[in-house]
């Protein structure tokens, strides 16, 4: 949540940008050049704006597969802009024709929420911060006194929240809590400044109030991760090389990539991160569409304690920061291994300047272990295949955690999303002898208050093409009586989704719930509709009482599924404008229309994540965790779709 990061305004400019040949390619530099110059042409908007988001405004799918099947040659491209007033906070939406440069469609938004954070905005925060006398009387009393000390505190920007607080309405605010370091490169997350909260006007960077809630001792122990603090480095590890002589299998022609009969496009977008498009199998000499695009849609994590300084804490990481300009500048061999292909992305700064992100998006090859295998026991005939996934990936810091999403895409037909976390704990001190209620203790006097991690995944799916149903199926047993004399009879029950208020659905691992998109009008050879079976993962709905703010917020954490008709508007699972916006935008109100679900363009939103009561072993910096879920085809191949798959050269046989 809270985010350090360069000033974009230092990263150089892109040297060559390239030309957007594809209706779906992101925004190149030049675009967003155009887009800002043509809104600022259109309107006199003087210095007093940011330019929150210049990005592709995606076309009409209909745009787009009239332009791949090549009845359409002409790239009719459209830039969205979102320009936020820096003095009133009045954002505006314009609609930019890439091709005049002119302004199509000006739109004043009207919303409660803000926009989400500018990096150049929360870098001030910090500072000003420092600065504030309060604060500094609040350092003081914690005997934090010393020049050399004081500029080495590290103060984290949050996302402010809405919780009503006399005073709050209408501003644009953060609250930074801060953290000692006793060097630079020192964890500051070992020792948290605990109950000092400084608020900070972002419309003038002023600070509002800084709040002491008393003082708890600043814990001692350092939490480094050095080699000297690890005392050492294991010895005993040897070479692991990934060789793939004739190169990958996969071929990239600028964001469409084709792999082993798969094929999709690709972008990374700044607030969802990566992005697939247009995600087909090749089955029988033809590409048979799956998914349209699928994105994070919105991710939350609440924190579950008291304390006054955590409350507070809900970090929307996609809609108050945004999943792409956050996303690490990859290296080889650290965060992907083998035969690598990175991808830059071109993001831009809060003035609208373009800036090109290296090595963003990562795209290489695994070997999975075994694809299939059978051992004829009469006779000892073998065949063994083995596995092997594409994964194409990236990797967001936001303050203190780590996101890595991934998808995998399998030989079978598979498609895999994982979310990786790690990074360090949000921590909080407590006094000896204290046992916090609501956190597990991680070194002494040090706690990490328990907290969760969801995401919302949007799946515009498209199985055979886009009128689809979806059905719910689980497994239970049988009735009693009738044929079923010894119990132990099993029936699997799909129940259509009909309508939105339907379709929120949770998890249920004991009687196998899963949830199968369909296209009634494409059967299968047994005369059943091809389908994709959605598999959840164990995973939590929020905790948080309904009463709460981040309850209020965060409807799309409430249920582990929400299905809607594809609207081109619906983009985000609590809205556009998630920061603090005081709740019930997004997939609460759509679904509030109750619309039918049958036969027609879907949407599924599939919310999922962790608990994190942590644990020891997660300090100071933690092993990854892994959630995510699975897409599989069921009923959409006639068999199993990798028996063509060779067996591997060499010692296998
Ligand atoms: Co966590």
Redesign the pocket.
């Known amino acids: 949540m809270a985010v350090s990061t360069q000033d974009p305004a230092e990263v150089p400019a892109p040297q060559e940008p390239a030309a957007a040949t594809h209706p779906l390619d992101p925004l190149t530099a030049a675009e967003i050049t155009a887009a800002v110059d043509a809104a600022k042409a259109d309107r006199d908007l003087g210095h007093e704006v940011w330019f929150v988001l210049a990005i592709l405004n995606e076309p009409p799918k209909a745009a787009v597969r009239a332009f791949d099947a090549g009845t359409e040659t002409t790239l009719d491209r459209e830039a969205r802009v979102v320009i936020l007033d820096r003095v009133d906070g009045s954002m505006a939406e314009a609609i930019i024709g890439l091709g005049d440069g002119k302004v199509r469609r000006w739109t004043e938004i009207d919303t409660p929420g803000r926009p989400p954070f500018l990096f150049e905005e929360l870098a001030g925060a910090a500072n000003v911060v420092k600065e504030d006398p309060r604060w500094i009387e609040a350092m003081a009393r914690r005997g934090i006194t010393d020049e050399e000390q004081l500029k080495l505190v590290q103060v984290d920007p949050w996302p402010a929240g809405n919780f009503d607080f006399p005073g709050e309405d209408g501003k644009r605010l953060c609250r930074c809590v801060s953290y000692v370091r006793t060097f630079d490169k020192d964890n500051g997350y070992a020792r948290p400044i605990e109950g000092v909260v400084a608020v900070v006007d972002l419309a003038d960077n002023t600070v509002v109030e800084v709040t002491d809630h008393g003082v708890v001792p600043i814990p001692e122990e350092p939490a480094n991760y050095d080699e000297a603090a690890v005392g050492g480095w294991r010895t005993d590890l040897k070479p692991l090389e990934i060789t793939q002589p004739e190169g990958p299998s996969f071929t990239v022609d600028g964001n469409q990539v084709k792999w082993q009969k798969w094929s999709f496009r690709f972008t990374l977008h700044p607030l969802e991160g990566l992005v697939l498009y247009t995600v087909g199998y090749e089955d029988g000499g033809r590409v048979r569409p799956v998914l349209y695009r699928a994105a994070i849609s919105e991710m939350v994590v609440p924190y579950g304690d008291v304390a006054p300084a955590h409350f507070w804490k809900n970090a929307f990481d996609s809609g108050e920061f945004g999943l792409g300009r956050l996303a690490n500048q990859l290296t080889l061999g650290c965060d992907c291994l083998g035969e690598i292909r990175y991808f830059n992305a071109v993001m831009h700064d809060g003035h609208g300047r373009p800036y090109e992100m290296q090595n963003a998006i990562c795209m290489h090859e695994e070997d999975f272990g075994i694809l299939w295998k059978h051992v004829d026991s009469y006779t000892g005939y073998t065949e063994t295949r083995r596995s092997r996934r594409l994964v194409i990936s990236s990797i967001a810091t936001v303050g203190n ?1 780590e996101y890595g999403f991934y998808w995998y895409l399998y030989q079978d037909g598979t498609l895999q999303f994982e979310v990786k ?1 790690t990074g360090i ?1 949000q921590t909080a001190g407590c006094a000896p002898g204290v046992t916090p209620p609501h956190g597990q203790m991680i070194a002494p006097g040090l706690y990490s208050p328990h ?1 969760q ?1 969801l995401f919302n995944m949007r799946l515009d799916v498209s199985v055979d093409g886009d009128e689809n149903a979806v059905y719910e199926d689980h497994v239970e047993a049988a009735p009693a009586g009738g044929d079923n004399v010894q119990g132990n009879a099993v029936v699997a029950v799909s129940t259509l989704l009909e309508r939105e208020q339907q379709a929120k659905r949770k998890i249920d691992p004991a009687s196998s719930r899963s949830w199968r998109v369909v296209n009634r009008s494409s059967l299968n050879r047994l005369g059943e509709p091809v389908g994709y079976r959605l598999i959840p993962g164990a995973t939590p709905t929020l905790l948080a009482r309904r009463e709460s703010s981040v309850s209020k917020r965060a409807v799309f954490t409430t249920e582990n599924l929400w299905v809607t008709p594809f609207d081109q508007d619906e983009r985000r699972a609590a809205g556009d404008f998630v920061n603090q916006h005081p709740g019930g935008d997004g997939l609460p109100a759509w679904t509030e229309a109750d619309r039918s679900l049958v036969d027609t363009d879907v949407v599924l939103w599939h919310t999922f994540g962790v608990t ?1 009561v ?1 644990r020891p072993e997660d300090w100071p910096v933690m092993p990854v965790e892994y959630s995510g879920f699975s897409l599989k085809p069921a009923g959409f191949f006639a068999r199993n779709p990798a028996l063509d798959v060779p067996p591997s050269p060499a010692a296998c046989h």
């Open positions: 955690y976390l704990l907290h991690h994190h942590a």
